[in-house]
């Protein structure tokens, strides 16, 4: 066996279970900050607020005036020790 893979799997719990939830701290990102404290942040755009979410996993997040469209299907980034590192990395076998 010439590679060894390591991983290290983070649990991250559900969008629907974050207790509060911003906008800015990454760049056209919604973070959600869970119980545990625990910040993940998903990936947004901003949309008007007459827009309605069409699939499943789409949700829309809404301030006083302004409207983001958020896809809570896949973590872009997690909060780990006052530093932001990317939830998936992805790998490609060959050389």
């Given at each position: 066996?010439?590679e060894?893979?390591?991983?290290?799997?983070?649990?991250?719990?559900?969008?629907?279970?974050?207790?509060?939830?911003?906008?800015?701290a990454?760049?056209?990102?919604?973070?959600?900050?869970?119980?545990?404290?625990l910040?993940?942040?998903?990936?947004?755009?901003r949309?008007?607020?007459?827009?309605?979410?069409?699939?499943?996993?789409?949700?829309?997040?809404?301030?006083?005036?302004?409207?983001?469209?958020?896809?809570?299907?896949?973590?872009?980034?997690?909060?780990?020790?006052?530093?932001?590192?990317?939830?998936?990395?992805?790998?490609?076998?060959?050389?």
């Open positions: 066996m010439n060894l893979l390591i991983s290290i799997l983070l649990m991250i719990p559900p969008a629907e279970k974050a207790i509060a939830w911003d906008y800015g990454v760049h056209n990102q919604v973070q959600l900050l869970h119980k545990n404290g910040e993940v942040s998903y990936s947004a755009i949309v008007g607020c007459h827009t309605e979410a069409q699939k499943p996993g789409i949700v829309i997040y809404k301030t006083d005036a302004v409207c983001y469209l958020t896809d809570i299907n896949f973590p872009v980034m997690v909060r780990y020790r006052n530093q932001w590192l990317p939830a998936m990395t992805k790998t490609y076998l060959g050389k």
